[in-house]
Structure formats: C-alpha cells, structure tokens
C-alpha cells in the first residue's frame, strides 16, 4: 500500500508561483509513473501532468510551458513547479501513483491517490 501527501498549496496572486510536492511513503516511487490532477467543485477531476518512471513527462494543454513536473527518487517525491498562474488553475490539486510506471491521463489507471492540496489564484 503506497500512502500520498501533498503540501505546496495556498493563496497566489495572478501571475506567481507555487511548487506543489507529493511525498510517498513506499519503497518502490522510483518505479512508478506520477500523476498530477486538478479539480474545481462540481466539474470532473483533469490531468494536469505525469512524469513516467524513467523521467519521460508530458502536460495538458492548458499547463504546457508554464508547469514543470519533476522527481526525486531519493526522497521519494514528486514535483509541480506552476508559474504564470492564472485564476483558472484555481483547484484542488491531487498527485496519483501508477504502479506500471507509464503515468497516464487516465484516472483509471492510477492505483494511489494523495488527499488533495488547495491552490487558490486570486488578487
């Protein structure tokens, strides 16, 4: 059983920055694919990003070139570098393990789930 704790969120201004992290608990991160999602009351949760196992990431659109995703398997952490915030990012963010290793855009196909941080963009 993996066990997921986000940190990093808060109130941001328009246009700052925040760094989300995900710390896992278990002995195999390095192995996983790692999810980032967000979700706002009353609509679905989206796929943000994902970094695959063996470094390999890959955004959503509407992040693309303003969100990093990274990792660090020494301390069993996954990373989400957001700039350029806007009020629209305002969510709740969720990280997501994939025990294969790919790291998809699908809900479906990750097996832990973190508790969720708040990232509120407003002036």
């Known amino acids: 059983q993996e066990h997921l704790v986000e940190s990093g969120g808060g109130l941001v201004q328009p246009g700052g920055s925040l760094r989300l992290s995900c710390a896992a608990s278990g002995r195999t991160f390095r192995s996983y694919g790692m999810g980032w999602f967000r979700q706002v009351p009353g609509a679905e949760r989206e796929f943000v990003a994902r970094i695959r196992s063996g470094g390999n990431t890959y955004y959503s659109d509407f992040v693309k070139g303003r969100f990093t995703i990274a990792r660090d398997n020494t301390k069993n952490t996954v990373y989400l570098q957001m700039n350029s915030l806007k009020p629209d990012d305002t969510a709740v963010y969720y990280c997501?393990?994939?025990?294969?290793?790919?790291?998809?855009?699908?809900?479906?196909?990750?097996?832990?789930w973190g508790q969720g941080t708040q990232v509120t963009v407003s002036s």
């Open positions: 997501a393990a994939d025990q294969d290793g790919v790291g998809t855009t699908r809900e479906v196909d990750y097996e832990y």
